[in-house]
C-alpha cells in the first residue's frame, strides 16, 4: 500500500482491450473481476499500479489489468517485483502467482519476499493443479490425486501455503475463494497492509480439477462450512440449517483448537461466551499458525485476514540504509576514482622517465 | 641473482644490480596473508613508480590444512621500468614459506633465481607434508638456484619479543618480516605500509607495533646481515609513464567504477543484484561502498533472483546490473532471454573461471565465451564485450552501459578471475572526458488515439523505454512474442519471423557505432596475425613484441566488442596468411571467427587454470615462421629482452 491520493476510477477503467483467454467457467474470470472491483474502491491510481506474474494460467491476469504489467518467468516474479520496488517504491505492485508457478518452482523466492517483507500484494492461485501445462499434480494437490503424471494416484503429499507463508515470516496471511463476495474486502485488507501481504485465493480449475474446494467454496450452499476470521470477533461459524452454531474454542490440555456448539440466548444470538469461543486476533501469531493448519472437513475452512501485523519493509530499510551511507557525501565521480594511495607523474618526470 | 649482464658490472661496484624488470613470487600457506604481503608490495611497487602487473593464486579452501601441498597460496608481480604487460613467466624470486610452497614453486622459478625460505617451518613434519623425503635446502637439489635459508620464523618471533604475543600470533608477523626484507631488496619505501599498518590495526595498537617491528626487522635483516652472497640489493628503475594522477585498480575495483561512471553517463540509478560467488563477489562488496552515487545493492536469495531483480529495476527505470562466474550465469540463461524479449537494458558482468561446472573457483579461465554468445535457448543474440585488463575494465563497463541503454538490451561484460583479482597501475582519467548518453523515457503517446507502442522501433530497431508511474502509458510486456508495435502477445507466424529478425539486426546494428578493429602492434597487413580477446593481452602483445623484434612479420590483433564483431575485422583478417587464435580454452573464439570471416583460424589452447606464458605463444608464433629463413624451427631463446636474463648466472 501506498501513501497515494486516491484516484477515482471504475471497474471498465480497469479492463484491457485484450481478449480474455482463460477456458470458459474458469474461476481466473471470477478473480480478475474482484481485483478490478478493488482496485477503484482502494483508490489505486493505474499510472502507478503494476501486476506482475509468472508462468501458468493466473500468470495472463497482468494482460487483462489496464495498468503497468509484466509476465516474467516460471516462480520468479517475487523477484521482479523486488527490483521495481527497489527502483521506485512509489509502485503498487501486485503479484499474480499459483500454486505450481510460487510454491514449486518459484518457492524460494516466495519464501525469501515474505521473510523480506517486501511491500507488495502476493495472490497466490491455488486450483491444486498444473492447468497450462494439461493437468499435472502440483505441490498442493492432495495425496492420491490422478493426474496424466500420477495416473495411479499422486504420493508426494501437499504443502499448505499459508502454512508456508507464516514459517516463511509473513506478516499478513489471508485466505479467499475465487467466487466469494467477500474476496475484494480480503484484497482490500492486504492492500491496507504496509509489507507483503499474502493471500491464497481457492480457485476452480474447471478442466483439470473440477470442484475440489466444492465443499466449502461453492458459490452456493457451502456457507456453512466457512469460518470468516474478523478480527475483534468470536470464530464462529454454521447455522441452525446445518445443525446449530458452532464455534472454535482452545482446547487447553491438547493446546490445539475445538469445535463447539454454541446455544442461541433469549434474543437469538448466540452465546459463545458461554460456550468458551475464541476471539479472533489479527496480531496473534499463535493463533494464525492454527488457523492455517485446520484440517477441513473435521473443522470449517478458515477464511478472510487470518494475520496481520505490520513490521518495517525492506525497502525502507534499503532507502534508509542508502540515506545513511550518503550521509554528507557528495558523489564526486573523479573524487571515487582518485581514491586510495595515488601518486603523481609530473610532465617532467615522463620526460626523463623519472619520478622521484 | 638474475640482473642483465651489462648492468652486473655496474652493480658489483656498486652493491646494486638495476635490472629492467623483476618477477617476485610469495608463496605460503594459505594462513600465511601471502595475498596480503603480495598486495602491499604491489602497492610499495606501485608508489616507487614501477609498471607492474600481479598474478595472485590462491587455493579454493578457505583454510586449507596446514602445511599441504593443495594449501599452498602464492602471488606473483611483476615490476620494471619498461611497460609491463604479464605477471611474468617465471620467477627470478621465490619467497617460500615453507616446504610445500617450496616444492610447488620451485620448478617455476628461472635458473640461477633466487629462493629465500624459512628454515624455521622445514621441520621434519612439515617436511613430509609436502612428500620430500629429504630437505631439499640441504640435500643439494635445488643447485639450479641460489637459496638463501635461515630461520625467518625465528627472527619474527625474536623481532616482536618485547609485545608480549602468543607465540602462535607472534608468528603471524611473518609475513610482514619478508615484506620488509623484500622491500629492502628492491629499495622501496616502508613509510605507506607503516601507515597502512597503523590503519589497519587502529583499534589494536600493539599488533599495530609488533607487525611495524616485524617489518623493520626483516629490512634491517637486508641492510645488516653479513650473508651478501645472493642477496643483493636491486633496484629497479620507474617506468617512464604520461603525466597525471596515478593508483593501483584491481579488474573487480574498475568493473565497479566503471559501472559507476557507466550509470552516471546515461544519467542513470543504478541498481546491482548479485549473489556470492568467486571470483565475482568482489563486485558487489565495492558497489555496497558506493551507495551516494544512486546505487542500490541487493543480495539476493540465489543467482536467478539477483538477474531478475535487475531485470525487474531496469523496467522500473534504473540501470540493472547483475554479475557473477560461469555456473551462476549459467543459472541466470532464462532471465537473460527475457531481457531479450522484452528489449530491456541490462549488464551482466561475467568474471570467468575454470570450468565446466564448479570447475576451478579460483584459478583464470575464457570457456564462457560460447555461453556468452551463444548460451540461451532461441534465438537470443546480445552484445557482448570483453576486458584485456584490470585497468580497460572500467572502459568496458562503461561501453557495456552504454550499449545496454543505447539499445535496450542486455549486454555481457566479460572478465575472468585473473582481471579481476590481478592489479595494476591506472592513471586516473576524468569523467568529463567521456561522452555522457543519457537515456530519455517515453513521457508521451507515441501511437494513434493517444495510445502507447512499447514496441514501436526507431530506425535503430530500438524501442522506446517507459517508466511505470508515467501518465497514460500503460502497457503489458513479457517473455510471449510480441505483436509489431503494440507488444500485445501475438503468436503468428509473420509476426515472429518479423519479431525475430528485428531482434537480431538491432544487436547487430550495435557494430555500426563501435569503433574499427585496430591492429595493437605490428603491421596492418602480413604473415601472421595473433588475434585475442580479454586477458590473454599481455602474454600475446609481449610475444607478437619479440617476434617482431626478430623480424617476423606478425601482428597482434586484440578484439574488445566479441559480439557484434567490429565491421572491419573480416577485412582486417584477410590481410594476413595466416590467423592464431591464443585462448585459454578449447577454441572458442576460432570457432566464432571461423563462422563469420571463413578465416582458417589456427587454435592455441591452454585450459591449466594458469595465464599463458609469452613463450609458450612466442614459441606457436615461430612455427608459423619455420623453413623461413632465420626462423628456424621457431626457436625461441631462453634469453628475452623483456624480462632479466639468467645468462649470467649460469655461466
Not at chain 2, 156 to 169: C, D, I, R
Not at chain 2, 494 to 510: L, M, P, S, Y
Request: glycine share 10%.
Amino acid at each position: 500500500m501506498n501513501d497515494m491520493t486516491p484516484i477515482e476510477t471504475t471497474l471498465k477503467d480497469w479492463e484491457t482491450d485484450q481478449e480474455v483467454r482463460w477456458c470458459p467457467g474458469c474461476g481466473d474470470y471470477a478473480i480478475l473481476k474482484a481485483v478490478q472491483r478493488t482496485l477503484p474502491m482502494i483508490g489505486a491510481d493505474p499510472k502507478n499500479t503494476v501486476f506482475v506474474s509468472g508462468i501458468g494460467c493466473s500468470s495472463r491476469f497482468p494482460y487483462y489489468v489496464e495498468s503497468y504489467g509484466f509476465h516474467t518467468i516460471h516462480g520468479r516474479a517475487p523477484t521482479f517485483a523486488t527490483g521495481m520496488k527497489l527502483a521506485n517504491p512509489e509502485l503498487d505492485v501486485w503479484l499474480v502467482t499459483g500454486d505450481g508457478d510460487g510454491m514449486s518452482i518459484g518457492g524460494n523466492h516466495t519464501m525469501h519476499v515474505l521473510r523480506r517483507n517486501l511491500d507488495c500484494q502476493i495472490m497466490l492461485f491455488n486450483n491444486e493443479i498444473y492447468g497450462l501445462t494439461k493437468g499435472q499434480f502440483s505441490p498442493t494437490s492432495r495425496l492420491g490425486t490422478p493426474s496424466p503424471s500420477s495416473p495411479l494416484g499422486s504420493f508426494d503429499r501437499p504443502a499448505s501455503p499459508c502454512a508456508f507463508a507464516l514459517g516463511s515470516g509473513a506478516r499478513f496471511v489471508a485466505r479467499g475463494f475465487d467466487v466469494s463476495k467477500k474476496l475484494p474486502e480480503v484484497l482490500k485488507a492486504a492492500h491496507a497492509h504496509k509489507g507483503a501481504a499474502f493471500i491464497e485465493i481457492f480457485q476452480n480449475c474447471i478442466v483439470y480439477n473440477k470442484d475440489v474446494f466444492h465443499d466449502f467454496a461453492a458459490p452456493k450452499g457451502a456457507e456453512d462450512q466457512q469460518l470468516w476470521c474478523v478480527d475483534g470477533e468470536p470464530l464462529l461459524f454454521g447455522s441452525e440449517k446445518s445443525g446449530g452454531i458452532k464455534g472454535l474454542s482452545l482446547d487447553c490440555e491438547t493446546l490445539a483448537l475445538k469445535v463447539v456448539d454454541v446455544a442461541l440466548k433469549e434474543d437469538g444470538t448466540p452465546d459463545w461466551q458461554a460456550a468458551g469461543v475464541a476471539v479472533h486476533n489479527v496480531r496473534n501469531r499463535g493463533l494464525a499458525h492454527m488457523l492455517v493448519e485446520l484440517p477441513f472437513g473435521p473443522f470449517p475452512m478458515a477464511l478472510g485476514v487470518l494475520y496481520d501485523d505490520p513490521r518495517p519493509t525492506f525497502e525502507a530499510a534499503i532507502a534508509e540504509e542508502r540515506e545513511k551511507a550518503s550521509a554528507g557525501k557528495v558523489a564526486d565521480l573523479g573524487k571515487l576514482l582518485a581514491k586510495g594511495q595515488t601518486w603523481t607523474v609530473t610532465e617532467k618526470d615522463a620526460d626523463h622517465g623519472l619520478m622521484d | 641473482m638474475a640482473t642483465i649482464s651489462a648492468e652486473r658490472d655496474a652493480a658489483a661496484k656498486t652493491g646494486t644490480a638495476s635490472p629492467e624488470a623483476v618477477v617476485v613470487r610469495f608463496a605460503g600457506d594459505s594462513g600465511d596473508g601471502m595475498q596480503l604481503t603480495g598486495g602491499q608490495f604491489t602497492l610499495s611497487t606501485a608508489l616507487a613508480g614501477n609498471d607492474l602487473a600481479t598474478f595472485p593464486d590462491f587455493p579454493a579452501e578457505i583454510r586449507a590444512p596446514q602445511g599441504t601441498l593443495f594449501g599452498v597460496s602464492a602471488f606473483q608481480i611483476n615490476f620494471g621500468s619498461s611497460e609491463i604487460t604479464t605477471a611474468g613467466d617465471a620467477p627470478d624470486v621465490l619467497v617460500a614459506m615453507n616446504p610445500a610452497a617450496l616444492k610447488t614453486n620451485v620448478q617455476a622459478l628461472k635458473p640461477g633465481g633466487l629462493v629465500i625460505a624459512d628454515t624455521g617451518e622445514f621441520t621434519k613434519r612439515n617436511l613430509e607434508k609436502a612428500k620430500y623425503e629429504a630437505n631439499p635446502i640441504e640435500d643439494g637439489s635445488l643447485a639450479k638456484w641460489d637459496v638463501l635459508a635461515f630461520d625467518i620464523s625465528a627472527l619474527t618471533l625474536e623481532s616482536v619479543k618485547e609485545f608480549g604475543l602468543g607465540n602462535k600470533e607472534a608468528l603471524r608477523c611473518k609475513n610482514m618480516w619478508t615484506l620488509g626484507l623484500a622491500l629492502w631488496m628492491f629499495d622501496r619505501d616502508r613509510t605507506p605500509l607503516i601507515d597502512w599498518l597503523r590503519t589497519k590495526f587502529a583499534k589494536n595498537p600493539i599488533l599495530a607495533d609488533a607487525n611495524i617491528a616485524a617489518l623493520n626487522a626483516g629490512h634491517a635483516y637486508g641492510e645488516t646481515a653479513e650473508i651478501s652472497g645472493p642477496l643483493r640489493k636491486l633496484h629497479v628503475d620507474p617506468v617512464p609513464a604520461e603525466a597525471g594522477l596515478y593508483r593501483t585498480i584491481t579488474g573487480a575495483e574498475a568493473v565497479s567504477l566503471g559501472l559507476v561512471a557507466g550509470a552516471q553517463l546515461a544519467g542513470l540509478p543504478m541498481f546491482f543484484g548479485g549473489y556470492p560467488i568467486t571470483p565475482a563477489s568482489a563486485i558487489l562488496h565495492n558497489l555496497v561502498k558506493m551507495k551516494e552515487f544512486g546505487v542500490t545493492t541487493f543480495q539476493a536469495e540465489d543467482e536467478i533472483a539477483a538477474i531478475c531483480a535487475a531485470i525487474g529495476a531496469s523496467y522500473a527505470g534504473s540501470l540493472g546490473v547483475t554479475s557473477s562466474s560461469g555456473p551462476g550465469i549459467a543459472l541466470k540463461g532464462e532471465a537473460m532471454g527475457l531481457a531479450v524479449m522484452t528489449e530491456l537494458p541490462l549488464v551482466i558482468v561475467n568474471s570467468q573461471r575454470g570450468g565446466p561446472s564448479t570447475g576451478l573457483p579460483t584459478k583464470t579461465e575464457q570457456s564462457d565465451l560460447y555461453q556468452a554468445v551463444y548460451g540461451r535457448n532461441g534465438d537470443a543474440s546480445l552484445p557482448v564485450v570483453a576486458a584485456r585488463s584490470p585497468a580497460d575494465a572500467f572502459e568496458c563497463a562503461i561501453e557495456a552501459c552504454r550499449i545496454a541503454t543505447q539499445f535496450m538490451t542486455p549486454v555481457m561484460l566479460l572478465t575472468d578471475g585473473y582481471i579481476g583479482n590481478a592489479a595494476e597501475p591506472w592513471k586516473v582519467p576524468d569523467p568529463a572526458s567521456y561522452k555522457p548518453f543519457p537515456v530519455t523515457f517515453l513521457e508521451e503517446a507515441n501511437g494513434p488515439d493517444g495510445k502507447p507502442l512499447p514496441y514501436k522501433r526507431d530506425a535503430r530497431g530500438v524501442r522506446p523505454w517507459i517508466k511505470p508511474g508515467t501518465p497514460g502509458l500503460m502497457h503489458r510486456i513479457g517473455g510471449i512474442e510480441k505483436g509489431i508495435d503494440t507488444g500485445n502477445i501475438d503468436y503468428a507466424p509473420n509476426v515472429h519471423q518479423t519479431q525475430t529478425d528485428a531482434r537480431k539486426a538491432k544487436v547487430d546494428g550495435v557494430a555500426q557505432g563501435i569503433p574499427a578493429q585496430d591492429v595493437c602492434l605490428g603491421d596492418e597487413t602480413g604473415r601472421l596475425a595473433v588475434v585475442g580477446w580479454g586477458s590473454t593481452y599481455g602474454p600475446i602483445n609481449q610475444a607478437v613484441r619479440r617476434a617482431r623484434r626478430k623480424g617476423m612479420s606478425v601482428s597482434h590483433i586484440h578484439v574488445r566488442h566479441v559480439w557484434p564483431l567490429p565491421a572491419n575485422l573480416g577485412d582486417l583478417l584477410a590481410g594476413f596468411d595466416k590467423v592464431l587464435v591464443p585462448e585459454m580454452n578449447t577454441g572458442q573464439f576460432k570457432t566464432v571467427l571461423r563462422d563469420q570471416f571463413l578465416v582458417d583460424a589456427v587454435p592455441l589452447n591452454k585450459t591449466s587454470g594458469q595465464p599463458f606464458a609469452i613463450a609458450e605463444i612466442e614459441h606457436a608464433i615461430g612455427t608459423f615462421f619455420d623453413g623461413i629463413p632465420g626462423h628456424d624451427e621457431g626457436e625461441v631463446p631462453v634469453n628475452d629482452t623483456q624480462l632479466p636474463s639468467p645468462e649470467g648466472k649460469q655461466n
